[in-house]
């Protein structure tokens, strides 16, 4: 019994030598720098991004989001089925013990009885009784049960990754869709203000038609317009009550349950994002963690199939007793020691194929973890670019609206003044409107890179976080 024990902790002493997985390379070089230059006196991304936009309201959204999201659930879930698989995956590692209580009683209705029968016409009853303790344990010779061990523990780190792939996508999401959400009332209001706008030309055109100064077809000009700004009121409203449902969603709620405090949309601001250096975004970005993780399980799944193709030792040691009556079951000790090795020989090509096909699994996670670095340095260059472009647009549309402001007053006031025809007004009052209409949208869409591009660098993630 000594021996076997000195053998079997030796295994165990050899299953723990053996190489651990190594850390994936993706055979990827980054670029030294982004293509868009970054401001150097920009912050840099953290774990509460969304409070650099000074919303009190979207603070508290995102609470409610991390509280209620059913996505966020499920994934936390994940995690804990990937936690449980890592202890089934290990529990090999070590000898499992078996203890078992056995009691048995014969006894003949008739006849006389055969050979493989305890009892026989002269006994009323034959009682037995028995107690044992086994183990087992298979040497991890080759390294195969460690390989399966720590192929669940990366398993383990990729869902915890992709925990926080969606909890960063679920933020973002209700950042960007709350934005769009203010947004689309500041348009709403925008429309109304221009249609009333409209209306009070409207009745400057009536006042003239009835004096004579104006013709029919003035009048007629802004009943049209009056109209079209009627139209576009209820597609806005359309628009907000579906960005309000959709916020709703993310929260977990029903919208009817969805309580906002009214928020001016030119209250948010951005903040200056540092995207830092392109080799940075490997430890920051949880999808791309993820992929890494999961590349460096492919690799040791394949050390499991390699080791299925082996010959395993399997080592038995089993403790015991046994009498006729339960006073003295454990009167009568015994043990047995058992060895065997099994070796694969004609399997059909089955265990082969199943060390090809992990190969090719691996193969496929690393272009995988490849497409993901790749993906990542593009989210950051898109948002990059979208920031600088929309920040030139933004400074040429600020002057732009100024003169449609001015244009539209002197053209009002000309026409009641009856210097100016009413095909004036209405251009004005056009471009007015436009104008306006795409500050929010450009307001909107800074707002929504600026999401973007934290959400690109990670939102403050860092690998170590898990």
């Given at each position: 019994?000594?021996a076997?024990?000195?053998?079997?902790?030796?295994?165990?002493?050899?299953?723990?030598?053996?190489?651990?997985?190594?850390?994936?390379?993706?055979?990827?070089?980054?670029p030294?720098?982004?293509?868009t230059?970054?401001?150097?006196?920009?912050l840099?991304?953290?774990?509460?991004?969304?409070?650099?936009?000074?919303?009190?309201?979207?603070d508290?959204?995102?609470?409610?989001?991390?509280?209620g999201?059913?996505?966020?659930?499920s994934?936390?879930?994940?995690?804990?089925?990937?936690q449980?698989?890592?202890?089934?995956?290990?529990?090999?590692?070590?000898?499992?013990?078996?203890?078992?209580?056995?009691?048995n009683?014969?006894?003949?209705?008739?006849?006389?009885?055969?050979s493989?029968l305890?009892?026989?016409?002269?006994?009323?009853?034959v009682?037995?009784?028995?107690?044992?303790?086994?183990?087992?344990?298979?040497?991890?010779?080759?390294?195969?049960?460690?390989?399966?061990?720590?192929s669940?523990?990366?398993?383990?780190?990729?869902?915890?990754?992709?925990?926080?792939?969606?909890?960063?996508?679920?933020?973002s999401?209700?950042?960007?869709?709350?934005?769009?959400?203010?947004?689309?009332?500041?348009?709403?209001?925008?429309a109304?203000?221009?249609?009333?706008?409209a209306?009070?030309?409207?009745?400057?055109?009536?006042?003239?038609?009835?004096?004579?100064?104006?013709?029919?077809?003035?009048l007629?000009?802004?009943?049209?317009?009056?109209?079209?700004?009627?139209?576009?009121?209820?597609?806005?409203?359309?628009?907000?009550e579906?960005?309000?449902?959709?916020?709703?969603?993310?929260?977990?709620?029903?919208?009817?349950?969805?309580?906002?405090?009214?928020?001016?949309?030119d209250?948010?601001?951005?903040?200056?994002?540092?995207?830092?250096?392109p080799?940075?975004?490997?430890?920051?970005?949880?999808?791309?963690?993820?992929?890494?993780?999961?590349?460096?399980?492919?690799?040791?799944?394949?050390?499991?199939?390699?080791?299925?193709?082996l010959?395993?030792?399997?080592?038995?040691?089993?403790?015991?007793?046994?009498?006729n009556?339960?006073?003295?079951?454990?009167?009568?000790?015994?043990y047995?020691?058992?060895g065997?090795?099994?070796?694969?020989?004609?399997?059909?090509?089955?265990?082969?194929a199943?060390?090809?096909?992990?190969?090719?699994?691996?193969?496929?996670?690393?272009?995988?973890?490849?497409?993901?670095?790749?993906?990542?340095f593009a989210?950051?260059?898109?948002?990059?670019?979208?920031?600088?472009r929309?920040?030139?647009?933004?400074?040429?549309?600020?002057?732009?609206?100024?003169?449609?402001?001015?244009?539209?007053?002197?053209?009002?006031?000309?026409?009641?003044?009856?210097?100016?025809?009413?095909?004036?007004?209405?251009?004005?009052?056009?471009?007015?409107?436009?104008a306006?209409d795409?500050?929010?949208?450009?307001?909107?869409?800074?707002?929504?890179?600026?999401?973007?591009?934290?959400?690109?660098?990670g939102?403050?993630?860092?690998?170590s976080?898990?």
């Amino acid at each position: 019994m000594k021996a076997h024990l000195t053998l079997v902790a030796a295994s165990v002493l050899l299953a723990a030598c053996s190489s651990p997985v190594q850390r994936p390379d993706s055979g990827l070089q980054p670029p030294p720098a982004w293509a868009t230059a970054n401001q150097a006196s920009a912050l840099h991304a953290n774990q509460q991004w969304w409070t650099a936009f000074a919303s009190p309201q979207l603070d508290q959204l995102i609470e409610q989001a991390r509280r209620g999201s059913y996505d966020l659930a499920s994934a936390v879930a994940r995690v804990r089925q990937a936690q449980a698989g890592a202890v089934v995956a290990g529990a090999p590692l070590l000898p499992e013990l078996k203890g078992g209580l056995n009691a048995n009683r014969q006894k003949l209705l008739r006849g006389k009885g055969y050979s493989e029968l305890d009892a026989d016409n002269n006994n009323d009853a034959v009682d037995y009784f028995n107690a044992s303790l086994t183990a087992t344990y298979e040497i991890d010779f080759w390294g195969g049960k460690r390989a399966a061990r720590d192929s669940a523990e990366l398993a383990v780190r990729a869902s915890e990754f992709e925990r926080a792939t969606v909890e960063l996508t679920l933020l973002s999401g209700v950042a960007t869709t709350y934005t769009q959400l203010l947004a689309l009332h500041e348009q709403q209001r925008i429309a109304e203000l221009n249609l009333a706008n409209a209306q009070n030309v409207l009745k400057l055109v009536q006042t003239r038609y009835e004096a004579g100064s104006a013709t029919q077809l003035e009048l007629a000009q802004q009943k049209s317009l009056v109209a079209a700004q009627q139209r576009q009121l209820p597609e806005v409203r359309q628009r907000a009550e579906a960005a309000r449902i959709s916020l709703a969603a993310l929260l977990g709620q029903p919208v009817q349950a969805l309580q906002l405090t009214p928020q001016a949309f030119d209250q948010l601001r951005w903040p200056s994002i540092a995207a830092g250096v392109p080799s940075d975004l490997l430890s920051r970005r949880p999808d791309i963690a993820s992929a890494e993780a999961q590349l460096a399980a492919a690799q040791a799944d394949i050390i499991v199939a390699r080791a299925a193709m082996l010959p395993s030792i399997t080592l038995t040691a089993n403790l015991g007793s046994g009498a006729n009556r339960a006073a003295d079951m454990l009167r009568n000790p015994f043990y047995n020691l058992t060895g065997g090795l099994i070796a694969p020989i004609f399997n059909n090509g089955r265990l082969s194929a199943e060390r090809d096909k992990a190969t090719a699994r691996q193969d496929e996670l690393l272009q995988t973890y490849r497409a993901a670095i790749i993906n990542g340095f593009a989210d950051v260059e898109k948002a990059l670019g979208s920031i600088r472009r929309l920040d030139e647009q933004r400074q040429w549309q600020r002057e732009e609206l100024d003169q449609a402001q001015t244009a539209f007053r002197i053209a009002q006031s000309r026409y009641e003044a009856g210097a100016e025809d009413l095909l004036t007004v209405l251009e004005t009052q056009r471009t007015l409107y436009a104008a306006q209409d795409l500050n929010v949208q450009l307001r909107q869409a800074r707002l929504g890179a600026s999401i973007a591009l934290y959400k690109a660098l990670g939102g403050g993630w860092q690998a170590s976080d898990i």
